[in-house]
């Protein structure tokens, strides 16, 4: 028997806001908070702009010990965690603590603490030989990305499977597909699921300077993303995170939950083609969304909003609009599509699963984000990307979709109401 799965809680850190509430009213007003890199000075690279969050764990419920002594993506995710299982209204664990699991997404893990604790151990980059001595007694927590699961866990009180996800820049979307899965599989009846990153650090502006892949638009940092633009340079680094309660749909209707839609169908795919590259056809996400949709049972027609990858990239937004066109063919001309890493910059592995979250809300809301500084659009690039307002209109079925380096490429379909249990 296959088991339907419902969303019934959803935690956010993004940049500009944390907590869900603050961050739909962001995306509604079509607002981008990407600027100048406050972290660290970003002087002598390339690119200089990131979307920030203005986190401090210790105003959201960390403790001291943890402040100290978590990574900035574990922070994310705890804070989102709880928000979303707040969100849910779920019964503590208690005896069903095995039918509980945790799915983490995340692309570069402890990328922070690693640069910090690099420094700390080789006199500030002066030695080769590195001194552990130096090193944080949770140094090791920092290297293994298990580390984030295993933390989730111990707050939710889930002892099902625990895992981290890890593919590049649909982390975030693949663990929430492979939480869904653990769900209709009977594995367990609730998975903690989402997404979390904090890589705005110098060695991954460096990474991303090397392949040009950056908007270098430093003089103007708030209109620097701009996917589907004919003007558009490249993508903005971003961090934050989303989680969310998934739910085996006949228990959250048991309970009396508050149901934001269920996660139709999910599909990956990998082109095997290029690291950084993407066939211009797109014919690899086309298959990730036919068959989402066919696991979910509906037709292209049925699809009202499309959550794009858009980073604004001029391969990426070409790649993705012919993605759309061969999958969905006519009613790709019809349906609104937007990005909202315009407004919140691009998270690599925790995007994904805001992005999921952002259709969610979508569901809940009757509205659709607008697409961001987007006031010149390329004559190739000929679909219904809602430009700069956000648009209201019922939304009972969404779709995502994701690429990451490597070759990865994700679809997920989200449905309000797919009808009674069979």
């Not at 664990?93 to 922070?112: D, L, M, N, P």
């Not at 030695?127 to 949770?138: C, G, K, L, N």
């Not at 996917?227 to 969310?244: H, I, K, M, Q, W």
Request: charge should be negative.
């Amino acid at each position: 028997m296959s088991r339907r799965v419902a969303i019934t809680g959803i935690g956010v850190v993004a940049p500009g806001a944390v907590g869900t509430k603050q961050f739909w009213e962001l995306l509604m007003a079509g607002r981008p908070v990407t600027r100048t890199i406050t972290s660290f000075d970003p002087g002598r690279f390339r690119s200089q702009l990131a979307a920030e969050c203005d986190f401090y764990p210790e105003q959201h419920g960390l403790s001291p010990e943890q402040c100290a002594r978590l990574d900035r993506v574990t922070q994310f995710a705890l804070v989102a965690a709880r928000e979303a299982m707040l969100d849910s209204r779920i019964a503590s664990t208690g005896e069903a603590a095995h039918r509980v699991g945790v799915s983490i997404g995340t692309a570069v893990g402890c990328t922070q603490q690693l640069e910090q604790q690099y420094r700390a151990v080789s006199d500030h980059h002066e030695h080769w030989w590195v001194d552990h001595s130096r090193a944080s007694p949770f140094f090791y927590d920092y290297f293994v990305p298990s580390s984030i699961a295993a933390e989730l866990a111990w707050l939710v009180g889930a002892e099902g499977p625990s895992t981290v996800v890890s593919t590049g820049c649909t982390s975030g979307i693949d663990a929430i597909g492979y939480g869904c899965e653990l769900i209709r599989e009977g594995s367990v009846d609730v998975v903690v699921a989402g997404g979390s990153d904090a890589p705005i650090a110098p060695i991954t502006v460096a990474c991303f300077d090397a392949i040009k892949a950056t908007s270098s638009r430093n003089d103007d940092p708030e209109t620097a993303c701009r996917p589907f633009d004919r003007t558009r340079n490249g993508f903005v680094l971003g961090e934050g995170a989303a989680v969310l309660v998934l739910e085996r749909l006949e228990l959250a209707r048991a309970r009396g939950a508050r149901i934001y839609g269920e996660v139709a169908g999910f599909a990956s795919r990998s082109n095997g083609y290029h690291m950084t590259g993407l066939r211009a056809d797109g014919r690899e996400m086309a298959a990730a969304v036919t068959a989402a949709l066919d696991e979910a049972r509906l037709p292209a027609t049925a699809v009202d909003y499309v959550n794009a990858h858009g980073t604004a990239t001029k391969q990426n937004d070409r790649h993705e609009t012919a993605a759309l066109k061969h999958s969905l063919r006519e009613h790709a001309y019809r349906v609104p599509v937007s990005s909202i890493k315009s407004m919140i910059g691009h998270s690599l592995g925790a995007i994904g699963a805001i992005e999921v979250a952002t259709c969610a809300l979508s569901l809940e809301n009757g509205a659709v984000p607008p697409t961001a500084n987007l006031h010149e659009p390329e004559p190739e690039l000929d679909l219904d990307y809602v430009p700069l307002v956000a648009r209201e209109m019922p939304v009972e079925v969404a779709l995502t979709v994701g690429s990451g380096f490597g070759g990865f490429q994700s679809a997920m379909v989200l449905a309000r109401d797919l009808g009674p249990l069979a």
